[in-house]
C-alpha cells in the first residue's frame, strides 16, 4: 500500500519561506511522478508543481513560478517543495500526490491522472 505523508506546512508572514516535504512509504518511489497540489478554502484544486520519475523534468504552475523549486531524493523516497516569497494568495492545504508512470510518459499537471494522495499540510501567509 501506497502511503504519502506532508510536512513542513505552518504560518509564516508575507516574504517568508517555508519547504514542505513528502516522504512515501510503499511501492516502488523512483516509478513515480510526483506532484504537488494545494486547496484554498471555496477554491478548486490548483496544480503547483510537478517532478519525473528521475527528477530531470519539472513544471510549475504560473503563480508560483520563479517562487518554489520542487525537488525528489529517490534514495530517500521523498519530494520537497521550497517556497520562497510567499504571498497571502499562498494560503492553501498543500498535497503531494504520486503518479505511476512510464518513463516516456509525458508530464502531467492533472489532478486526476494522480492516484496516491497524502493528506495534507496547511501553509498560511499573512500579509
Known amino acids: 500500500q501506497v502511503q504519502l505523508a506532508e510536512s513542513g506546512g505552518g504560518s509564516v508572514q508575507a516574504g517568508g519561506s517555508l519547504t514542505l516535504s513528502c516522504v512515501v512509504s510503499?511501492?516502488?518511489?523512483?516509478?513515480?511522478?510526483m506532484g504537488w497540489f494545494r486547496q484554498a478554502p471555496g477554491k478548486e484544486r490548483e496544480f503547483v508543481a510537478l517532478i519525473s520519475r528521475s527528477g530531470g523534468e519539472t513544471d510549475y504552475g504560473d503563480s508560483v513560478k520563479g517562487r518554489f523549486t520542487i525537488s525528489r531524493d529517490n534514495a530517500k523516497k521523498t519530494v520537497s517543495l521550497q517556497m520562497t516569497n510567499l504571498k497571502p494568495e499562498d494560503t492553501a492545504v498543500y498535497s503531494c500526490a504520486a503518479r505511476h508512470t512510464i518513463l516516456t510518459a509525458p508530464s502531467s499537471r492533472a489532478s486526476d491522472d494522480y492516484s496516491y494522495w497524502g493528506r495534507g499540510t496547511q501553509v498560511t501567509v499573512s500579509s
Open positions: 510503499g511501492g516502488y518511489f523512483s516509478r513515480y511522478a
